[in-house]
């Protein structure tokens, strides 16, 4: 029996909030990728600062898209929010730790994944075969 055909769908008002969360959060890390693969100066002096070269600002930006298109792919969309939940938390760590900037928006956008993650939490342990 296939992974899809063990899975459970939502109702018909969680999978439209369900969908509302993956194209708000798909959005927001496709456009902080722009910022970090175009090169914008905010963004290369910001991981110049951090530390671990301009390598890591082009492997986040691309890690950003991967996992912002994977958010709309049903599919895998929990396993990609649970990524870029990591993601988030590395923003988090980078912003208080070494950037000292405002760091709250890491936070929301976090809630933000954790809600999508438990709303597909049925499909994500199918999928990782813990059901």
Do not use: C
Not at 19 to 40: D, E, S
Not at 49 to 66: A, D, K, M
């Amino acid at each position: 029996m296939s992974t899809i055909a063990t899975t459970r769908s939502p109702s018909g008002k969680t999978n439209i909030l369900i969908w509302i969360l993956r194209v708000l959060m798909a959005g927001l890390f496709l456009f902080a990728a722009f910022g970090k693969l175009n090169g914008q100066p905010m963004m290369v002096q910001e991981f110049k600062v951090i530390g671990l070269g301009q390598w890591f600002r082009y492997f986040t930006g691309v890690t950003e898209v991967v996992g912002a298109l994977a958010l709309l792919a049903p599919p895998v969309s929990g396993i990609a929010a649970m990524a870029l939940l990591l993601v988030d938390i590395g923003a988090f760590i980078a912003q208080v730790a070494v950037l000292h900037v405002d760091w709250i928006h890491t936070i929301v956008v976090g809630a933000v994944l954790a809600a999508l993650i438990y709303l597909q939490r049925t499909n994500i342990r199918a999928q990782l075969g813990l059901s």
